[in-house]
């Protein structure tokens, strides 16, 4: 018992030195632990699992800050990658991440919740700090491919204000 609740307790210090570390830039927006990474052999069963969920939700709503939290681990999880020098598989999870936050953004559009734009506006800021700050990070072949989803991240971040100061 003794071990488990000391393994449990640095598992907590550890998500808290994480999140430390990340926002020690400029927005004050905490971005989740990821869990499992895309490196691991059992990452499949955590997709599988994330996408039966996104199927089960059936209001936009939740969906779209569903997808939020999604596309936020997977910024999590792809600092990680690079900075553990896996740069190719990060890139490609912050990528699908960036999707992900695309999906939200539409939805947002349509649903026109005042709280869910207000959120999505600050994750954007977030999104575009973290890839900014993990640019140097990337080798050339890569660069483009992060450039793109920093650029796809702006294009959505602009839509949410727009909406947000026309309402």
């Given at each position: 018992?003794?071990?488990?609740?000391?393994?449990?307790?640095?598992?907590?210090?550890?998500?808290?030195?994480?999140?430390?570390?990340?926002?020690?830039?400029?927005?004050?927006?905490?971005?989740?632990?990821?869990?499992?990474?895309?490196?691991?052999?059992?990452?499949?069963?955590?997709?599988?699992?994330?996408?039966?969920?996104?199927?089960?939700?059936?209001?936009?709503?939740q969906k779209a800050f569903y997808l939020l939290l999604m596309a936020d681990k997977r910024l999590s999880a792809g600092f990680i990658l690079i900075n553990n020098g896996k740069t190719d598989l990060g890139v490609t999870t912050i990528t699908q991440g960036q999707q992900d936050y695309t999906r939200a953004v539409d939805l947002?559009?349509?649903?026109?919740?005042?709280?869910?734009?207000?959120?999505?506006?600050?994750?954007?800021?977030?999104?575009?700090?973290?890839?900014?700050?993990?640019?140097?990070?990337?080798?050339?072949?890569?660069?483009?491919?992060?450039?793109?989803?920093?650029?796809?991240?702006?294009?959505?971040?602009?839509?949410?204000?727009?909406?947000?100061?026309?309402?």
């Amino acid at each position: 018992m003794k071990k488990v609740s000391l393994f449990v307790l640095v598992l907590f210090f550890l998500s808290l030195s994480f999140s430390k570390s990340i926002l020690a830039a400029g927005v004050e927006y905490n971005l989740p632990y990821p869990g499992i990474l895309p490196d691991s052999p059992l990452y499949i069963f955590k997709v599988a699992r994330d996408n039966l969920f996104e199927l089960i939700l059936l209001d936009p709503k939740q969906k779209a800050f569903y997808l939020l939290l999604m596309a936020d681990k997977r910024l999590s999880a792809g600092f990680i990658l690079i900075n553990n020098g896996k740069t190719d598989l990060g890139v490609t999870t912050i990528t699908q991440g960036q999707q992900d936050y695309t999906r939200a953004v539409d939805l947002a559009v349509k649903n026109k919740d005042a709280n869910l734009l207000s959120k999505l506006a600050v994750a954007g800021a977030k999104h575009e700090e973290v890839i900014t700050l993990l640019q140097p990070k990337v080798t050339d072949n890569k660069s483009a491919e992060l450039q793109k989803a920093l650029d796809a991240d702006q294009n959505d971040k602009n839509r949410v204000l727009e909406l947000s100061m026309t309402k």
